[in-house]
T-cell receptor, first 111, second 115 residues
Framework: GDSVTQMEGPVTLSEEAFLTINCTYTATGYPSLFWYVQYPGEGLQLLLKATKADDKGSNKGFEATYRKETTSFHLEKGSVQVSDSAVYFCALSSNTGKLIFGQGTTLQVKP | GAGVSQSPSNKVTEKGKDVELRCDPISGHTALYWYRQSLGQGLEFLIYFQGNSAPDKSGLPSDRFSAERTGGSVSTLTIQRTQQEDSAVYLC?????????????FGDGTRLSIL
């Protein structure tokens, strides 16, 4: 069945460091891909999405490119801030829209 | 406008009791999803509703779990004869349609603790 694999955390970075969180997927067909973020004490929020190969999703300085050839959707940010500390989830959606999530990666940014 | 609303935000109950969790989706959203977030299993899909179509129950872990959606809006997730392994955060999400690519909007969840 469809699945999503994320790099294990926690990831600890200093402020202004470059961030990469790896995400790969297995799916039949061409699903849409998402990154969701969960800030401490808050609910899941959509961060960005891409619906077809080579699409780049971007929001709040974060980017991810849908790579069909490597079945990947890695999350990147050029300069992280303390306020980016959160749990990040990569997900794919089936043709019915239900989401299949990766296990989540905790990011901690230190000043 | 209001987001997805879930109640209660926290629920503590004894093993063997039944519980009901409620979800109010965003107005106009026809698709509604339930997920469960637990330490050992991550985020798991439970069930989804789309309009008047039969729900997709493929993610429900046992027949103790059921859900209904009345009038195409509010949904209730019921767990009968709760067990300790049911302890988790139960998340509800809604979207404009159950189509690939439609973003889902999540509620803050119900944290369920089974003693």
């Amino acid at each position: 069945g469809d699945s999503v694999t994320q790099m294990e955390g926690p990831v600890t970075l200093s402020e202004e460091a470059f961030l990469t969180i790896n995400c790969t997927y297995t799916a039949t067909g061409y699903p849409s891909l998402f990154w969701y973020v969960q800030y401490p004490g808050e609910g899941l929020q959509l961060l960005l999405k891409a619906t077809k190969a080579d699409d780049k999703g971007s929001n709040k300085g974060f980017e991810a490119t849908y790579r069909k050839e490597t079945t990947s959707f890695h999350l990147e940010k050029g300069s992280v801030q303390v306020s980016d500390s959160a749990v990040y989830f990569c997900a794919l959606s089936s043709n019915t829209g239900k989401l299949i999530f990766g296990q989540g990666t905790t990011l901690q940014v230190k000043p | 406008g209001a987001g997805v609303s879930q109640s209660p935000s926290n629920k503590v109950t004894e093993k063997g009791k039944d519980v009901e969790l409620r979800c109010d989706p965003i107005s106009g959203h026809t698709a509604l999803y339930w997920y469960r977030q637990s330490l050992g299993q991550g985020l798991e899909f439970l069930i989804y509703f789309q309009g008047n179509s039969a729900p997709d129950k493929s993610g429900l872990p046992s027949d103790r779990f059921s859900a209904e959606r009345t009038g195409g809006s509010v949904s209730t997730l019921t767990i009968q004869r709760t067990q300790q392994e049911d302890s988790a955060v139960y998340l509800c999400a809604s979207s404009l349609a159950s189509l690939d690519g439609q973003p889902q909007h999540f509620g803050d969840g119900t944290r369920l603790s089974i003693l």
